[in-house]
Nanobody
Framework: VQLQASGGGLVQAGRSLRLSCAAS????????LGWYRQAPGKQRELVATITSGGNTNCADSVEGRFTISRDNAKNAVYLQMNSLKPEDTAVYYCALRGKLTLSSFLRDYWGQGTLVTVSS
């Protein structure tokens, strides 16, 4: 399974960006899709997740500004980021928790990351 993230870039504070991530390869079941980020000198942190049933969870720091969504038919996840702040600057990673086959265990897969830079 490979995850390809896109949509990062340089943007001014207050503007918006939309990240996309598509999973390719053979996968039997996707449980949860999510976005994480890692700022320079900091640990990777959760941004938002969405389950197969559509339940979402997001970090307090992005609540009300970021929205996660998914397209099950495309095995894709999106992150709409509004009202961006300089502190949102980070490499954003998409992640998938799923099963390759009916009998395999759930495991996590990670994309390569896309850089988001927010200027003040």
């Amino acid at each position: 399974v490979q995850l390809q993230a896109s949509g990062g870039g340089l943007v001014q504070a207050g503007r918006s960006l939309r990240l996309s991530c598509a999973a390719s390869g053979s996968i039997f079941y996707i449980n949860t899709l999510g976005w994480y980020r890692q700022a320079p000198g900091k640990q990777r942190e959760l941004v938002a997740t969405i389950t197969s049933g559509g339940n979402t969870n997001c970090a307090d720091s992005v609540e009300g500004r970021f929205t996660i969504s998914r397209d099950n038919a495309k095995n894709a996840v999106y992150l709409q980021m509004n009202s961006l702040k300089p502190e949102d600057t980070a490499v954003y990673y998409c992640a998938l928790r799923g099963k390759l086959t009916l009998s395999s265990f759930l495991r996590d897969y990670w994309g390569q990351g896309t850089l988001v830079t927010v200027s003040s």
